[in-house]
Each structure stands twice: as structure tokens, then as C-alpha cells.
């Protein structure tokens, strides 16, 4: 394998042999042998640029990170999860927010996480934000002035979130969307099994219609067979005739229902154009834990059936090191290496590289990742020549270039935190 520290620091170049997923190139298969030249920030077909033998190295675009909570990572020091439960985390998490999560907290927390993100390789990110009131008047505003600091580095969009059995649709929610709208956001809410939800539905999605919002749900995170609240939001879609893009995280709740009733809901979600995101380290961490016995699902989602029905399937992080997953440093390609494992990707379609690249990008509106002549030489080049090496070792010796140049991929020290992790 090539020397990583052999890319030029100026000028143009052209990386040669190089392997690459054929889907990225708008080809049918696998990864092929390819060469890509750099020149002024973008990708280019010169074939008169000074060369770097790669000796096979494994390239990709930088990733996107659909589906994260910026707001409430790296907690964990100050307000473990006490039993590891899911109810464990709403409970540590809304004590927490309580106690702590005024603006130079979160704002704190937020760019941390950022920083550990921009040195993996990832390009953009949307983060749910807590947004039931007054957090909604003290995270909105960090994170617009964190997504002014970050343009050009990791394009940031917010998702507000709130559970649909504690917003007042018709009251303070109403001003939340407000606030979303005013920040250029998604509206976002976690769906559960509750009395008059689709009712509940059909008002949150006026209320974007109204703002000219797009949508983002977590839904059946849960490893309750009656949670089917996926199956009201493909039906409230299609009763409405909502045209913005709709998202829906987990969907847990899907492998562990009746074959039948879990297909005919994704027929109804392929009907609705629905985006669905499996977040695969956080729910095996979370779903079917019981103390002293072993867990029997992965809570993985029928991520396999969805693809077969053409719904855009996509993966990402997630929580970060609080009380819904203890670990993670929002790195996509751990993202891609657990989901692999735990979805069984292998031994399957070869274009699954879409669903941490093309399918984010199509669900958040976003600019398709490529590797084109033109696209930004923003890139994610592994010391691996397939899949099978890239997915035996971590890549920790990994190079991101931006904008057609190596970045410093130094992790900030996770000590810079410590001042916030005194429990008042």
C-alpha cells in the first residue's frame, strides 16, 4: 500500500489505482480499479497530472450523517445510564437537560462532536435537537451559530424533536415550528402507540405544510410487537397528499412483528415515498436489554425488505456517548463497519456503500455524493483494497482530504469536557 504521507500538500495530482464502488461512477457492480485526478478543489479526468500510485487504496466521498443528537452527546461522564434501558436514557437525559444543558454547554458539547466528526471523514449531518420549551429558545440559536462556523466544513441541518404525547400541537409546538421554520429546519417528532395519534399526525404534518417544512420521525423504537406507528405516518402521507420529504428513524418494532403485518406496512411505506434510517449501534445497545439475560434480536430494522422494495434505506450514528449508547465518536465508517456486521450487508447487493453516501444525501436534500469529473475531492481514502480489509481493522490511519487536500485528522482530547462533567 502506498505511503499515505506521499499526497502532494500543492498543486494538482492524479491518485492512480485506486479501487472505488462502481455505483459511484453510475455503474452497475462492485468496486473497480480506477484513477482520480485533483485539480483546484474538484475531481478531474486530466490525464496529464503528476500521479500518486495508490496501490489499490480504497476511496470514497466523505460521508453524511443523517441521523444524530449533537445536543445530547458526550453526557455520559455526568449522567450515565443507570441499567442501560431505554427508559433508563429518557429519564438520565431529561434530568440531565434540566440541570445542565444551558448555551455554553450544549454549544460546547456540539462543537466537540463536530470536530471528532469533520476528522472521520464526514461532510454533513443533521441533528435532532430537544425542543420542547424553553430548550427549543436555548438550542436553536447555538446551533445556528454552529452552522455559520462550520459552513464549508460540515453542512449542518437541525430537526427539532419532541414526543407526540407531551407537544401541545395547537400551543407551544405550534411556536417551536415557528422557530424551526425561522432557522431553516426540519420538523421533526418521536411517534408512539398513543390515543388519537393519527390525529395527532395529521396536525404535525399542517403544521409543516404550513411552514413549508419537511418531516423527521423516530418511530417503534421498540421491541413491542403493537408499536406500528410507521404504518400511521405512510398513511397519513398518503391521505395527505404531503409533498416535502419524510423521514423515519429505527422502526424497531418491525423484525419482531407477524411477517405479514411487518411487509404490508413496507408496502405502505414504499406507496408514501418514505425515507426510512436504521441507526444499528444505538438500538442493538438499547433494544431487548434485560438484566442477567441475553439479548435475542440485534433491534435492527427490515433493512434488507426495504431495499427490495425500492425504499431509500440509509445508516447512521446516531447518540454519541449518552445515556441512548454509551460509545460511538461519529465516525461513518465504524457506521458502515457495524452495520455490515450486524444487518448482515455482506453476501448481498454490492451497492449498500449507498446507503452511507447517496441514499443520506437524496433523504436530506443534499447534493448526491460522486466521484465524477467535477464533484469536490472531498474524500475518504482507507489502507484497504476491498471490503474485506476495510472491514477487519478500524482505518484509524485513514486520509480526508478537503477540498483536494489532507486535513489534520487529530481528535480533540476528551478532557476539554471535563469543566461541564461537575454535576452542579
Not at 22 to 45: F, K, M, N
Not at 163 to 173: M, P, S
Not at 326 to 342: H, K, N, P, S
Amino acid at each position: 500500500m502506498s505511503d499515505f504521507r506521499a499526497l502532494p500538500e500543492s498543486g494538482p495530482f492524479r491518485l492512480e489505482n485506486v479501487t472505488v464502488p462502481a455505483c459511484l461512477l453510475g455503474q452497475a457492480g462492485g468496486l473497480v480499479s480506477h484513477s482520480l485526478g485533483v485539480d483546484g478543489g474538484v475531481l478531474s479526468d486530466r490525464d496529464d497530472l503528476p500521479g500518486v500510485d495508490m496501490r489499490g487504496a480504497l476511496v470514497l466521498p466523505c460521508f453524511i450523517d443523517m441521523h444524530t443528537h449533537l445536543d445530547k452527546g458526550h453526557i455520559w461522564p455526568r449522567s450515565p445510564n443507570p441499567d442501560g434501558s431505554f427508559m433508563g436514557a429518557l429519564s438520565t437525559v431529561a434530568a440531565d437537560r434540566e440541570a445542565n444543558w444551558n448555551a455554553e454547554d450544549v454549544r460546547a458539547r456540539m462543537d466537540f462532536a463536530l470536530r471528532c466528526a469533520y476528522a472521520h471523514g464526514t461532510r454533513a449531518i443533521r441533528t435532532h435537537i430537544d425542543s420542547l420549551a424553553p430548550q427549543d429558545t436555548i438550542s436553536w440559536p447555538v446551533f445556528a451559530e454552529l452552522r455559520e462556523e462550520w459552513a464549508g466544513r460540515i453542512a449542518l441541518q437541525g430537526c427539532s424533536l419532541a414526543g407526540i404525547d407531551r407537544a401541545d400541537l395547537e400551543g407551544e409546538y405550534k411556536r417551536t415550528a415557528d422557530i424551526v421554520a425561522g432557522h431553516g429546519g426540519v420538523l421533526g417528532m418521536v411517534t408512539y402507540p398513543v390515543d388519537g395519534l393519527k390525529d395527532r399526525l395529521r396536525r404535525l404534518f399542517q403544521l409543516a405544510s404550513e411552514r413549508d417544512l419537511e418531516l423527521d420521525f423516530h418511530a417503534d423504537e421498540s421491541g413491542d410487537p403493537s408499536a406500528a406507528t410507521l404504518r400511521a405516518i405512510a398513511e397519513v402521507a398518503l391521505e395527505t397528499g404531503f409533498t416535502r420529504p419524510i423521514t423515519v428513524g429505527h422502526c424497531c418494532s418491525l423484525a419482531v412483528q407477524p411477517e405479514a403485518e411487518a411487509l404490508a406496512t413496507l408496502d405502505l411505506v414504499a406507496r408514501a415515498g418514505l425515507n426510512i434510517v436504521s441507526l444499528p449501534m444505538c438500538n442493538m445497545y438499547l433494544q431487548d436489554r434485560t438484566g442477567g439475560r441475553t439479548p435475542r434480536w440485534r433491534g435492527v430494522t427490515l433493512v434488507h425488505e426495504m431495499k427490495a422494495r425500492g425504499i431509500t434505506i440509509s445508516f447512521a450514528s446516531d447518540n454519541t456517548r449518552d445515556p441512548f449508547y454509551a460509545y460511538g465518536d461519529l465516525d461513518m465508517v465504524e457506521v458502515l463497519r457495524e452495520a455490515t456486521r450486524i444487518a448482515h450487508l455482506d453476501h448481498s447487493d454490492p451497492d449498500w456503500i449507498a446507503a452511507f453516501l447517496t441514499n443520506p444525501a437524496r433523504a436530506c436534500s443534499l447534493d448526491a455524493p460522486s466521484l465524477a469529473p467535477g464533484a469536490p475531492a472531498d474524500l475518504v481514502i482507507l489502507r484497504a483494497r476491498n471490503w474485506g480489509e476495510a472491514m477487519a481493522r478500524p482505518q484509524s490511519d485513514r486520509i480526508v482530504l478537503r477540498a483536494g487536500r489532507a486535513i489534520d485528522r487529530s481528535l480533540p482530547d476528551y478532557a476539554e469536557l471535563d469543566h461541564l462533567m461537575r454535576m452542579p
